[in-house]
């Protein structure tokens, strides 16, 4: 009697077993498809609220990169691989570098810009390709040396795709400079100052000259930087670099004559006193030249060849 009536209550209990399991399961089911159902509502709702492709044009053209931004960021989030709004945000982002003052958000842009400009590239036509690659190359060129090769080599596709950008020689002479590849630079620049001609391509034109060891040339556009600009801090560092090569050509006379034109204009100008320094040197009085070079460090206390000077 007790084997038979245990018997009856393994029964029960299996029984009992299989119906909670079956119950379970029909509960994570029903569990299951509510999260769907949810989910698809929350993704249609999402996406109803989302800001139509028109309104990020018209930040765009109103150059509202702050509202573009914010836009294109929450479409990513339901439309991650759209090429068409990768590449807006990643414009916006690079816009929005140029106007920060804080150099870690700056960065911050700067990578974000690179990071989904690089996801549009294989989501849009060979035609887009072409602003984008030019925006690639200023934002590589602006993450600095390391980054000097990837920003000539996206310029130059843009370049080479019909690309009319006003500074697009300017920035390949820059990535070009940050390389050691004077040569291409000076030929990058010299295309710049036709299309856009300022003080300042001069100036830097005249430094890849130096570079090359081309001091005529260098000296024909320093003096022509100082006869054009009204920037009176590029005058004196133009006076200073033609005093330097007047100095290495063994004009000791007129690079003192650069060099005296500047502190006239700015006492505390501490490459000026180098200079005079060196000057003074080329002349075996030492007493002086120390003196100057001591000027000079105290003026600006990580001024290398002054320190190297008295170290000596």
Do not use: C
Not at 63 to 82: C, D, G, M
Not at 165 to 177: K, T, V
Not at 221 to 240: A, G, N, Q, V
């Amino acid at each position: 009697m007790r084997l038979r009536s245990s018997s009856k209550k393994f029964l029960l209990t299996s029984r009992h077993s299989i119906f909670t399991g079956s119950l379970i399961r029909l509960v994570l089911i029903i569990l299951f498809a509510s999260i769907i159902v949810f989910s698809a509502l929350a993704i249609r709702s999402r996406m109803n609220t989302l800001p139509p492709v028109s309104e990020l044009y018209t930040d765009w053209n109103n150059e509202n990169y702050a509202s573009l931004h914010e836009k294109t960021s929450r479409i990513l989030q339901v439309h991650p691989l759209n090429g068409e709004v990768l590449a807006l945000h990643g414009f916006a982002s690079y816009y929005l570098s140029l106007a920060e003052t804080d150099t870690a958000l700056t960065r911050d842009y700067l990578v974000e810009s690179i990071t989904t400009l690089r996801k549009a590239w294989l989501r849009v036509s060979s035609r887009e390709r072409v602003s984008m690659a030019y925006i690639l190359g200023k934002a590589y060129y602006q993450r600095g040396v390391f980054y000097a090769d990837l920003a000539l080599k996206y310029l130059d596709y843009a370049m080479n795709n019909g690309a009319e950008y006003r500074d697009i020689h300017e920035f390949r002479g820059l990535a070009a400079e940050l390389l050691g590849d004077y040569r291409l630079a000076i030929a990058s620049f010299s295309e710049a100052l036709v299309h856009d001609p300022s003080d300042l391509l001069l100036f830097t034109l005249a430094r890849n000259y130096s570079a090359v060891e081309d001091t005529v040339k260098a000296k024909q556009y320093l003096l022509e930087t100082i006869r054009t600009t009204s920037d009176e801090l590029l005058e004196l560092k133009s006076r200073y670099e033609l005093g330097m090569i007047l100095h290495s050509e063994g004009n000791v006379e007129d690079a003192e004559k650069e060099f005296n034109a500047i502190l006239e204009k700015d006492p505390n100008y501490a490459d000026a006193h180098y200079g005079l320094g060196v000057v003074y040197e080329s002349r075996e009085d030492m007493i002086l030249a120390r003196a100057s070079w001591r000027r000079a460090l105290r003026l600006n206390p990580v001024h290398g060849k002054a320190r190297e000077k008295l170290t000596l």
